[in-house]
């Protein structure tokens, strides 16, 4: 018998109902509806055509530095503005000051429907390992609700002080399930690269990188990363954020770059909220915004997908955790307005998502985990145009948010 049986769901993949069955936390029945006979189950939820997607996957954000809107002096404008700035907050910021705040943002992630997240935490001299410490306590508080995956991330560079690399090491120890890097703010770039790649190599663990975060063309640290990925064997492996520079490059170029992004296997996280917030306030650069050039790696085969970032701080002053903002943003500024389109966005959030976090056990398929969630919308158009409310949220079939939807009008 089962524990829970869904009916009549629509899903992203298929044009037809579907009865989706979980049993000891996995889904163990998937059919197309049938109007007979269904299989015995101790619940039976009649979704009446409503959309069934698995949890919902954040693919980058930064736990440790979110919701710092209140301590800021001042506006900032700036990529390396909101880098010193995030700097000097830092020096303030506490294990449980981290964990508050972390809570308060994954609790909205949930409750829209994120069940994995992969967080950067930073690893410097100022915060040493307290964010780690930090984050990894949270993640097995709430294994049951969420899966955070964590990076340990050298914002402010691996070789500019004499400890970072220490730290890093010392991260991996502790339990960092990805290694990260900038390839920006370090003092040399193919020096970076080395090091971060040789420590995920040592230990098995795959690469998150920021990368080529302007709107310069001729900052492209991405063609030294294809070269690394592929010297160290780490095709499929590798991640990178941002890489805006790309969308600033000429057409020709640009493909034939994107095209080696394909054939090295990297994924690519697009993070529109603040690309378009930081990138193209140059006042020769009427029109650049400064964002990742997303149809075009799409149409050369990358794996695109996008994430949140950060929220309501020095670098991006927006946020609610909700990664279908952020999948509207992307159909916006990247002409994405098809049916077509709309599902691949949401499958930027789900599938294609899960492929570059290389998640275990997801998806709607037989034997994956049972992270489920039940919205509102009966297509992915209206889900992700409207953002209707997720109503129920499942983690391994336990129900872990639900959100009343109501509405009352005169008219």
């Not at 163990?28 to 919902?56: T, W």
């Not at 997303?294 to 309501?312: A, C, P, W, Y």
């Not at 599902?343 to 570059?356: F, K, N, P, S």
């Amino acid at each position: 018998m089962l524990d829970m049986l869904f009916t009549q769901c629509s899903t992203i993949d298929h044009k037809f109902l579907r009865d989706v069955g979980v049993k000891c936390g996995k889904i163990v029945h998937l059919a197309d509806h049938s109007n007979g006979l269904l299989p015995e189950s101790r619940e039976v939820v009649d979704l009446q055509g409503k959309l069934l997607l698995p949890g919902l996957v954040e693919t980058h954000i930064h736990l440790d530095k979110a919701l710092l809107l209140d301590r800021l002096s001042g506006d900032v404008t700036t990529l390396q503005g909101a880098i010193a700035k995030s700097g000097e907050l830092k020096r303030f910021f506490t294990a449980a000051d981290i964990n508050e705040r972390s809570l308060r943002v994954i609790r909205q992630a949930v409750i829209h429907g994120v069940t994995r997240m992969r967080c950067h935490v930073e690893v410097d001299p100022v915060i040493g390992l307290i964010g780690m410490e930090t984050i990894l306590a949270l993640k097995e508080r709430l294994k049951d609700v969420i899966d955070l995956q964590i990076v340990a991330f050298p914002q402010e560079g691996i070789f500019r002080d004499c400890v970072t690399q220490g730290l890093m090491e010392q991260a991996v120890s502790m339990g960092a399930d990805v290694v990260g890097g900038i390839t920006y703010n370090d003092r040399n770039l193919e020096e970076h690269l080395d090091f971060v790649f040789r420590l995920a190599h040592k230990h098995g663990l795959p690469v998150d990188l920021h990368a080529d975060f302007s709107d310069r063309p001729e900052q492209l640290a991405i063609l030294e990363v294809v070269k690394t990925t592929e010297k160290f064997g780490m095709q499929g492996r590798v991640s990178v954020g941002h890489l805006t520079s790309l969308g600033v490059v000429r057409k020709v170029r640009a493909e034939a770059i994107a095209e080696a992004i394909a054939e090295a296997g990297i994924h690519v996280m697009c993070l529109p909220a603040t690309d378009l917030y930081l990138n193209g306030r140059g006042v020769e650069q009427a029109a650049g915004r400064g964002l990742t050039p997303v149809q075009l790696l799409l149409d050369k085969g990358v794996n695109v997908v996008f994430g949140s970032n950060n929220i309501q701080n020095a670098f991006t002053p927006f946020g609610t955790a909700d990664p279908l903002d952020i999948g509207l943003l992307v159909a916006q500024t990247s002409h994405m307005g098809s049916e077509k389109d709309a599902g691949i966005l949401v499958e930027m959030a789900t599938t294609r998502a899960a492929t570059a976090l290389e998640l275990d056990s997801y998806g709607l398929r037989i034997g994956a985990d049972a992270d489920l969630v039940v919205c509102q919308a009966t297509d992915v158009r209206s889900l992700l145009y409207t953002r209707s409310e997720r109503e129920k949220v499942y983690k391994k079939g336990k129900l872990i948010a639900e959100t009343l939807v109501s509405s009352n009008c005169v008219i």
